[in-house]
């Protein structure tokens, strides 16, 4: 016989106390388990999204002068910086150090040529990579399939006249006109695209490029550091980050994640009162047994250790039960949210952090009841003596 | 030679217009292995003076002493190592822990104790031997009679075989032959050497002690040698058996 027989044998022996007592902080585990792990996959989720909406990085040839080009209103000059880099540059991106955060590189190489006595402006790009960078582009006809096809943007095919299946001939190369890009507002309406090799080759640039847009998944990854990593893989280039992509991004999570906190704090407050009402209540309910261990030769230490016994007991099923209740509510809920449920994973950090979540709860709501506990009067608690 | 004494032992309680004097300057001394009885009306003070004499009540003023120890001289743990290894408390309603068994129970004062698992088993079993219930070790308390279940309270008290035994009416809620069988068994730990203050209501449990003192009024009032009565209550007990 030792204190913790104590303690075990009132548990054991108190079932409908202790699922009450474990089903209250469990809730609490469970739902902050469910918060913080569906807070993690929407946030991955989030930044997955925002990632594939755009490029945030931006890699050009470095130049002396200053660019002349506000908003799109050329004041003179050059309207496009016509020096290249080399395309194997690129591959060298893969080399650094958070390669593993780099989505997305699509290379571009420009090319003017003219069309029905008219200038325009030709982008090569790699198809699937663009495409890819480019979710909000909604292309009327077929996406291109070969490397004579291309597509032509909304005010560049007004102007032409041209529609999918039209031909177009660009210096002496016939090319089908397999889509054409929806209004973007953007200067993608003006190009002809055509496959990148087609361009380079079309335009004697093979081997190289103008630019390329880089997308980085940025959720928890340092944009900056990517950048100067690819600035010194590629000294030619200029790598400039979007900051207000990156910036706008980072806020919305932040913001997330904020309330998210808020939530799961309040959460924990409720948790943590139903523990210290079902203790009190417990330590109230045991009066005259606390004060039988008291007579008997029980220290206020061998009272509280009994108390916080139970409570450590309550707390570690508490915690493991509300992990991995909190961790099925969020398997079921997270179709409802995302269709993004292959990123669930257990995170053996989140399980620690739940079962020590539980036991600091039910200690600190225990604290207080094993105290008074421990304070208690003998001759007051048994009142027969 | 006093063993335990109490020296002008006063209690009261509340403050101001609702203070109350439940012991009213009370000195008594009692000798090693004597059987005490304290008898009094209810509210008379008998039950918070044995209070003050189990080291379990402090007293307002006045001092208590065992030995040559003031047990409200000694720093609350001290006081509850004390009261581990030199008392033992039988409580009217028995007040077992109804969750833990009849071994269990009487384990209990031993749960803080160096002793091994098996010393602890031993001593528990022993003790449940002394009081007739070694068959009973593992039933509930709420599985046994009302004389059982004392017979296990007196078993707790006994276990760690403190010398002094307190009981306040330890035959309270027992029917006559339980109260006979209860007192006898007291009797026969006073004779083993335990020194026993008993509270009780009944002449008859009375009369198996060496002397009794009666409380009025927070006061004694009355101090009386039983050995004769002892004999004459006995045959009658046993008679009526």
């Keep these: ?385 | 030679m006093s063993y335990i004494q109490a020296v002008n032992v006063v209690k009261e309680f509340g403050t101001g217009d609702s203070r109350v004097t439940a012991v009213r300057g009370i000195d008594l001394s009692i000798g090693q292995a004597e059987f005490i009885s304290i008898m009094g009306e209810s509210g008379a003070g008998k039950s918070t003076f044995l209070s003050m004499l189990g080291g379990l009540l402090q007293p307002t003023s006045g001092r208590i002493l065992i030995g040559d120890v003031d047990i409200y001289g000694l720093k609350s743990d001290k006081r509850a190592d004390f009261r581990r290894e030199f008392m033992g408390f039988i409580f009217q309603s028995f007040q077992l822990v109804p969750y833990l068994n009849v071994l269990e129970n009487v384990q209990l004062p031993l749960a803080v104790t160096h002793h091994t698992e098996k010393q602890k088993r031993e001593l528990a079993v022993s003790a449940l031997e002394r009081v007739g219930l070694q068959d009973k070790a593992l039933r509930l308390p709420n599985q046994l009679s009302g004389g059982e279940q004392e017979r296990v309270a007196i078993a707790r008290a006994v276990v760690n075989e403190p010398p002094i035994l307190f009981a306040d009416e330890p035959t309270g809620n027992l029917d006559s032959r339980n109260s006979n069988e209860v007192m006898n068994l007291l009797k026969r730990l006073n004779s083993e050497g335990q020194t026993i203050i008993m509270v009780t209501h009944s002449r008859a449990n009375s009369s198996f002690a060496h002397r009794t003192v009666e409380v009025s009024d927070g006061q004694l009032s009355a101090t009386s040698e039983a050995a004769s009565q002892f004999t004459v209550s006995r045959q009658a007990a046993g008679a009526g058996a």
């Design chain 1, 1 to 385: 016989m030792k204190l913790h027989n104590i303690a075990i044998n009132n548990l054991r022996r108190r079932k409908a106390k202790m699922v009450f007592l474990v089903s209250g902080l469990m809730i609490g585990v469970a739902a902050i388990v469910a918060l913080i792990t569906t807070i993690r996959i929407l946030s991955e989720d989030i930044a997955h999204k925002m990632d594939e909406f755009g490029a945030n990085i931006v890699i050009t040839p470095k130049s002396e002068g200053l660019s002349l080009n506000y908003g799109g209103i050329n004041l003179g000059g050059v309207s496009f910086d016509l020096r290249e880099i080399s395309e194997s540059d690129l591959d060298k991106i893969e080399t650094i150090k958070n390669a593993a955060n780099v989505r997305i590189i699509s290379p571009k190489v420009f090319g003017i040529f003219e069309h029905q006595g008219q200038k325009a402006l030709a982008l090569g790009v790699d198809f699937p990579a663009e495409l890819s960078l480019k979710r909000w582009w909604k292309i009327t006809g077929e996406k291109p399939s070969g490397i004579g096809q291309i597509v032509v943007g909304h005010e560049a095919a007004e102007r032409f006249q041209l529609k999918p299946g039209s031909q177009v001939r660009i210096l002496d190369k016939d090319f089908q006109v397999s889509g054409v890009l929806e209004s973007t507002g953007s200067q993608d309406d003006q190009l002809f695209f055509m496959p990148l090799t087609v361009a380079q080759k079309l335009f004697d640039k093979e081997g190289k490029i103008a630019m390329a847009e880089v997308a980085a998944l940025c959720h928890n990854c340092p944009i900056g550091e990517i950048v100067t990593q690819i600035s010194e893989k590629i000294p030619a280039a200029k790598v400039t980050a979007l900051q207000q992509v990156v910036a706008s991004r980072m806020d919305a999570l932040h913001n997330f994640q904020k309330f998210s906190l808020m939530v799961a704090a309040l959460i924990l407050l409720v948790g943590s009162m139903v523990v210290f009402v079902t203790m009190m209540g417990s330590v109230n309910e045991r009066t005259r047994e606390i004060g039988i261990f008291s007579a008997i030769g029980f220290r206020k230490s061998h009272i509280m250790k009994i108390i916080l016994l139970e409570a450590l007991i309550v707390s570690v099923a508490s915690g493991v039960i509300g992990y991995l209740v909190g961790i099925g509510a969020t398997r079921v809920a997270m179709p409802f949210f995302t269709e993004h449920v292959s990123h669930f994973s257990l995170d053996p950090l989140v399980a620690v952090g739940a079962v020590f979540l539980a036991i600091v709860i039910g200690l600190i709501a225990s604290l207080y009841p094993a105290t008074a506990a421990s304070k208690m009067d003998p001759s007051e608690a048994l009142r027969t003596l």
